[in-house]
Nanobody, 115 residues
Framework: VQLVESGGGLVQPGGSLTLSCAAS????????VRWYRQAPGKERELVAG????????NYADSVKGRFTISRDNAKNTMYLQMNSLKPEDTAVYYC?????????WGQGTQVTVSS
């Protein structure tokens, strides 16, 4: 079982990044998927979530209207499109897949928003 993130990096305020998370070793389409982030000195927080059927999404208030979560079950991949990035979005971003008692995490990818 593996979740491998990519797409992080350094971006200027107002810029955009797209994070990807490639899954393997489990039936990705049957799992709820989410993106979390953790800034230095802060607790990990939920950024965005997607149901297994793709029928519903939810977002943290701080990213609503700027971030979009999506999934491609045919490619076993989830995405986080991040627009209008702010310095306070700086964090390590983690992808997550869960189903009942089964929970999988990616290794994290650093996103730094700075001029």
């Amino acid at each position: 079982v593996q979740l491998v993130e990519s797409g992080g990096g350094l971006v200027q305020p107002g810029g955009s990044l797209t994070l990807s998370c490639a899954a393997s070793g489990f039936t990705f389409s049957a799992y709820v998927v989410r993106w979390y982030r953790q800034a230095p000195g802060k607790e990990r927080e939920l950024v965005a979530g997607f149901s297994s059927t793709g029928g519903s999404t939810n977002y943290a208030d701080s990213v609503k209207g700027r971030f979009t979560i999506s999934r491609d079950n045919a490619k076993n991949t989830m995405y986080l499109q991040m627009n209008s990035l702010k310095p306070e979005d700086t964090a390590v971003y983690y992808c997550y897949a869960g189903r009942g008692a089964l929970n999988y995490w990616g290794q994290g990818t650093q996103v730094t928003v700075s001029s």
